[in-house]
């Protein structure tokens, strides 16, 4: 039985990427992501972008129902966004910076501020679009 679901999930995950086009990169909790995604107002369609933390993903990248959750702060408020990650008002995920840390969910980021909710950058990142490595020389 459990076949049947993995199978049919990777099917549709599939005809989800051949039907939206875009390319969703790799990437893990801490990394911080610019998400451009559709917004419909009456009949005006805009791409906007939302800039912020990796703080939750669901799922795996196999399953269609899978989510992440993207934190920023915003004039000293926390904003945080549920994404589906093979939905259609998708517009491109990129990667800004990648993230150094040790837990799967960072949800005690909710109670910090300032710089104490800053996370460590890894330094060997390779930047996907110029193929450099940022790390000190």
Do not use: W
């Amino acid at each position: 039985m459990k076949n049947i679901i993995l199978e049919f999930n990777k099917s549709q995950v599939e005809k989800i990427k051949e039907a939206s086009g875009f390319k969703v990169p790799k990437f893990k909790v801490g990394d911080t992501l610019s998400v451009k995604y559709k917004i419909t107002e009456g009949e005006n369609t805009r791409i906007q972008a939302f800039n912020g933390i990796v703080i939750a993903r669901t799922k795996s990248n196999e399953n269609y129902n899978a989510t992440f959750t993207v934190r920023k702060i915003s004039s000293g408020i926390g904003v945080e966004r549920k994404f589906n990650l093979y939905s259609p008002l998708l517009a491109g995920i990129e990667v800004l910076k990648q993230g150094d840390v040790r837990r799967a969910k960072l949800y005690y980021l909710r109670n910090l501020t300032g710089k104490a909710s800053r996370i460590k950058e890894k330094l060997d990142y390779i930047d996907s679009t110029n193929n450099k490595n940022e790390s000190a020389n």
